[in-house]
């Protein structure tokens, strides 16, 4: 029910919209003050879908709650470790995070940009690699490993600087042979059971599937903190997961395709406030 | 690794472990999505098949139809219709047709096709994330989809 010929329809008709386990009209709120943007028409290039969802919408109310108190939020324990280590020497060139750049706020703005076309390179880098070339470049210390503890808790303390701006990444220019690399992933039914993200996420958000209440697969939010694994979750690992669960040969965290299928993730979000660190079952 | 190689290698593999008799499937033939032969020639067992329908394992039916008749299964997904009556709207061929490929019936659906071995786009291990070591099973064996059609013919509607 959720292609704009057939949404268009229902209203054509005067209906009520609820004709699924639709996500829910609660307002996602943060510590009672930062109000998120959690529904937002679609952007332009989405061409299957009206209006976009935060993931918290498809949430229990027990998990919804963990992520609008940031004292209840899990996460925030990770966050504040990736705080201290922001200060804290590492590496042969005897340098912290601190040591060449202004307070974490001044990240503000970056997550709701990335990932991003690196204009000297052309090539499309995410988070982890600006932090990983940080710490190899100039800290002189080793790279973090892409879903480990490290990194992922820093991925969320640069993306809380964010927090509540509206994703906004560029898909055109040097970005659009990677957007469309993604989009054709997106678009792709891999593996033996021959199902694609758009099969769960856009023809059956709202539905479940087994025990699973599926959302749009939307990445605002990440790194999120996932109560089954009790840690953060990197973006790439959660494409694993799913690419995984259709009996496929999956791709690997930090490899190209999945930088690739992150930016047309990422713009499909386009408009949604940037959330992370989330909370999931 | 050449096509003819492959197919060689699955032929072996399939040869040694499939019974006698049995329809594979590459040899399936549909006719407007239906399968009108056995694929065993051996009747399916309604209740193997209701286990099937049901565990996670194995068909796992459930994640995506609802079946009242397995009321005691958990967990029943939306993503499909609902299964009850499928034996009064369904022949029996139509219905080993939709079991082992439902692609045949319903262009492009959701559904996968749980009797068929290859044409997947980077197949992996079962659930592993890896790349399969040898050729591919089909997701349920000839039997199972015999006992999978033999359960669907017993949701009639009262």
């Not at chain 2, 499928?86 to 559904?111: H, I, P, Q, S, Y």
Request: glycine letters at 10%; proline letters at 5%.
């Amino acid at each position: 029910m959720n292609f704009k010929a057939l949404t268009a329809a229902i209203a054509m008709m005067a209906m009520p919209a609820a004709v699924m386990a639709d996500p829910d009209d609660d307002k996602l709120i943060i510590n009672g003050e930062i109000e998120m943007i959690s529904v937002a028409k679609a952007p332009e290039h989405l061409e299957n879908l009206d209006t976009i969802y935060s993931g918290w919408h498809f949430r229990t109310d027990e998990t919804q709650a963990l992520q609008i108190d940031d004292f209840d939020n899990p996460a925030m324990i990770f966050v504040d470790q990736a705080a201290d280590v922001y200060e804290t020497v590492d590496g042969a060139a005897g340098k912290s995070c601190a040591s060449c750049h202004d307070g974490v706020e001044s990240f503000a703005g970056l997550t709701a940009q990335m990932p991003k076309v690196d204009p000297e390179t052309g090539k499309l880098v995410v988070m982890e690699d600006l932090i990983n070339e940080c710490r190899t470049e100039r800290m002189e210390a080793d790279a973090w490993k892409w879903s480990g503890a490290d990194m992922q808790g820093m991925v969320a303390l640069i993306g809380l600087q964010s927090r509540g701006m509206p994703m906004n990444v560029a898909i055109d220019g040097p970005a659009a042979p990677y957007w469309e690399q993604g989009k054709e992933m997106y678009y792709t039914r891999y593996g033996q059971l021959e199902l694609s993200c758009a099969n769960c996420h856009e023809e059956n958000y709202g539905n479940m599937i087994r025990a699973d209440h599926l959302s749009q697969g939307m990445i605002n939010g990440f790194p999120t903190y996932r109560l089954k694994q009790a840690k953060l979750i990197s973006r790439h690992n959660r494409f694993r997961g799913c690419i995984r669960d259709t009996r496929a040969e999956t791709f690997a965290e930090g490899s190209d395709e999945f930088r690739a299928l992150e930016l047309y993730v990422a713009s499909r979000g386009n408009g949604l406030s940037v959330e992370t660190p989330a909370v999931r079952q | 690794m050449t096509k003819a190689l492959k197919l060689g290698l699955a032929g072996m593999l399939c040869a040694s472990t499939a019974m006698a008799g049995e329809i594979k499937p590459k040899d399936v033939s549909f006719a407007d999505g239906a399968i009108e032969q056995s694929l065993t020639g051996t009747p399916g067992d309604p209740e193997k098949g209701a286990t099937i329908v049901g565990e996670k394992s194995m068909g796992n039916c459930v994640a995506c139809h609802q079946v009242s008749a397995l009321a005691d299964v958990p967990f029943q997904g939306e993503v499909g219709p609902p299964l009850d009556g499928a034996g009064d709207r369904w022949t029996e061929a139509e219905l080993r047709g939709l079991v082992a490929n439902a692609k045949m019936t319903f262009e492009g659906t959701v559904m996968p096709a749980f009797y068929k071995d290859d044409g997947f786009i980077r197949p992996g291990d079962a659930y592993t994330g890896k790349a399969p070591s040898g050729p591919l099973e089909p997701i349920l064996s000839a039997q199972d989809v015999e006992d999978v059609v033999a359960f669907l013919m017993t949701l009639k509607e009262q």
